[in-house]
T-cell receptor, first 116, second 114 residues
Framework: KAGVTQTPRYLIKTRGQQVTLSCSPI?????VSWYQQTPGQGLQFLFE???????NKGNFPGRFSGRQFSNSRSEMNVSTLELGDSALYLC???????????????FGPGTRLTVL | GNSVTQMEGPVTLSEEAFLTINCTYT??????LFWYVQYPGEGLQLLLK?????DKGSNKGFEATYRKETTSFHLEKGSVQVSDSAVYFC?????????????FGKGTKLTVNP
């Protein structure tokens, strides 16, 4: 089975721009989560999608948004970029369903976003 | 709230040394517990997990036991190798209204010297 893929792997943007990151989960997985990793704050949960619905959202401003498509692929969007948005953005997929948090989340390699 | 506290790094060991990375947690309910590892330039890989009290997770010589009485999930390995050099993250797995969420510790960087 192919793993979780994320595109692009690297992005450079300037302040005020917007960006869209893409994530393709493992085939058959219906839950997709996004995390932000920075040296200062560590790994922080952004949001989780299951069957095209956002089920949970972390403590991030409304500039951070996402969506999930019917094939479980997901995108996240950051508008009006700030310098502090520079980070590694990780996507993770899991089967979802009744096992809940007992499921392993499988992570992609991440998208490294640099905001200048 | 829900949180994870890991021992501060970095940790530097010689090959074949014993490794312990401490992890304690605060959580409501009955979380699952995970150790993830991150190699340079890569995403996170699951190292091991435990889903209920007294469960022992193990993989590639690493072990951790879910201790509810001490709210701990310490990672151990009897003999580390240079290839174990990486950053290790302890995480809580939470189910909130049907949603899955991981809460991570800050990570512990391990360097193993030959």
């Amino acid at each position: 089975k192919a793993g979780v893929t994320q595109t692009p792997r690297y992005l450079i943007k300037t302040r005020g721009q917007q960006v869209t990151l893409s994530c393709s989960p493992i085939s058959g997985h219906r839950s997709v989560s996004w995390y932000q990793q920075t040296p200062g704050q560590g790994l922080q949960f952004l949001f989780e999608y299951f069957s095209e619905t956002q089920r949970n959202k972390g403590n991030f401003p409304g500039r951070f948004s996402g969506r999930q498509f019917s094939n479980s692929r997901s995108e996240m969007n950051v508008s009006t970029l700030e310098l502090g948005d520079s980070a590694l953005y990780l996507c993770a997929s899991s089967p979802g369903g009744l096992a809940g948090a007992r499921n392993e989340q499988f992570f992609g390699p991440g998208t490294r976003l640099t905001v200048l | 709230g829900n949180s994870v506290t890991q021992m501060e790094g970095p940790v530097t060991l010689s090959e074949e040394a014993f490794l312990t990375i401490n992890c304690t947690y605060t959580a409501t309910g009955y979380p699952s517990l995970f150790w993830y590892v991150q190699y340079p330039g890569e995403g996170l890989q699951l190292l091991l997990k435990a889903t209920k009290a007294d469960d022992k997770g193990s993989n590639k010589g690493f072990e951790a036991t879910y201790r509810k009485e001490t709210t701990s999930f310490h990672l151990e390995k009897g003999s580390v190798q240079v290839s174990d050099s990486a950053v290790y993250f302890c995480a809580l797995g939470l189910t909130q209204g049907g949603s899955e969420k991981l809460v991570f510790g800050k990570g512990t960087k391990l360097t193993v010297n030959p």
